[in-house]
């Protein structure tokens, strides 16, 4: 499924017009992502958790030549699934 299609489901289940739901869509992921962006977690009981990961710094090679670089720290968004969806997805 993908954001179109999530929007035409929408506006079917609350009756409004695609534009609307798309709008709706839209500004849900802008308030998630303004979140992330703050570092602040986003919890959306019986659905999960989105936040951010710190991953280390670490060395890695490069293909071609093999010569060792350093591969920077960086934040990376993650979702971790509340176990109620767990469960649902599992049944």
Request: hydrophobic content about 40%; proline content about 7%; some cysteine.
């Amino acid at each position: 499924m993908n954001k179109t299609e999530l929007s035409k489901i929408m506006a079917t289940a609350q009756s409004c017009t695609q534009a609307q739901a798309k709008t709706q869509v839209a500004s849900i992921l802008a308030v998630i992502q303004q979140a992330l962006m703050e570092g602040e977690k986003v919890y959306i009981p019986s659905f999960g958790t989105f936040e951010l990961r710190y991953f280390l710094p670490k060395q890695g090679r490069h293909p071609q030549t093999g010569a060792i670089i350093e591969i920077a720290g960086a934040n990376q968004p993650s979702f971790k699934p509340a176990p109620a969806l767990k469960m649902l997805v599992n049944s």
